[in-house]
């Protein structure tokens, strides 16, 4: 499984992005999907992730401003950021997994190491 994440950039704070990630290779429908990120001198965090069946979780802080999606005929998932801030500036990471069901895929905000595998990252940089 190749994934391929697009669409970082900078922007001014309260401004949008969407970020991308495309899946190659063996793929499936089932798979966990989410988004970690890591910001300079930061621990990775999770920051979305999207079952299956399209239950999603969210980290606290980007609640209300960041939304995940996927397109399994596209095999892509999607995140979008509104309202961005500056705490926002980071490398953003796709991730895939193998964690069955849906209800444990959301669970796995802090578990990275479930997921088997990565895109290369994507660089968000919010500024005032």
């Not at 899946?23 to 089932?30: F, H, L, V």
């Not at 969210?58 to 998932?77: C, G, H, L, M, Q």
């Not at 500036?89 to 997921?115: E, L, N, V, W």
Request: proline share 2%; glycine share 12%; hydrophobic share 35%.
């Amino acid at each position: 499984v190749q994934l391929v994440e697009s669409g970082g950039g900078s922007v001014q704070a309260g401004g949008s992005l969407r970020l991308s990630c495309a899946a190659s290779g063996y793929t499936s429908r089932s798979f966990c999907m989410g988004w970690f990120r890591r910001a300079p001198g930061k621990e990775r965090e999770g920051v979305a992730l999207i079952g299956s069946d399209g239950r999603s979780a969210y980290e606290d802080s980007v609640k209300d401003r960041f939304a995940i999606s996927r397109d399994n005929a596209k095999n892509t998932v999607y995140l979008q950021m509104d309202r961005l801030q500056l705490e926002d500036t980071a490398t953003y990471y796709c991730a895939a997994g193998r964690i069955y069901p849906s209800g444990f895929c959301i669970q796995a905000m802090t578990r990275p190491a479930d997921f088997g595998y990565w895109g290369q990252g994507t660089q968000v940089t919010v500024s005032s």
